[in-house]
């Protein structure tokens, strides 16, 4: 069993991305299951070219993307990609998007792959506030989401796959009031959100798109 788990470099005048700070901490090893880490470029081009050859030439059985989500208070979980790039929030690239698809011709949207509900579930038990969120926005994570599920389903793979945002660390807003989580408390949930996605319970997720 092997599982790609991802998280983005620092964008938007951060120093840091708790995303890829969580992914970077994870053992190489968890429940038995390999762990290919890989941090992703904040910007539309680099994702939809480097995703699709990773998920290829590594096969996962699992792959689970992580991102930052600032601004929210909890740990997210999404449950839906959509086929759109719209931002006026430039990528690391400088490049805006608006109205664009990910993919020409792809589904409107896919859902995610992983246990989505047992995710969430798994995370409140260890103490962890946690929510499915029907939205992975416009920008570069839903664009990332929406790749990983489109590769998966165009090479006919059986992979499962989805998104958890994270909030800023504490570190990130100790000069903003927003809200954010400790560090560790975020290591903690990926390291939770991977150890369930790799279990057998698929949930209700047997629906994969919306064309
Ligand atoms: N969050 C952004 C892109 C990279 C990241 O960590 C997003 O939510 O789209």
Redesign the pocket.
Known sequence: MKVLVT??EP?GGEKI?P?WEAVKALPGEISGAEVVKHRLP?TFNGVRKILPRLIVEEKPDVVVLT???GGRPNITVERVAINVMDSKMPDNEGVTQEDEPVFDGAPAAYFATLPIKAIVRALRNAGIPASVSNT??T??????MFTALHTIAVAGMEARAGFV?VPFSHAQALDKPRPSMAQETIDEAIKRVVEVSIGGDLGHSSLKSIS
């Open positions: 998280g983005f964008f991305n995303s904040v991102g930052q989500a992975a926005g920008y570069v994570c839903n664009t990332a945002h």
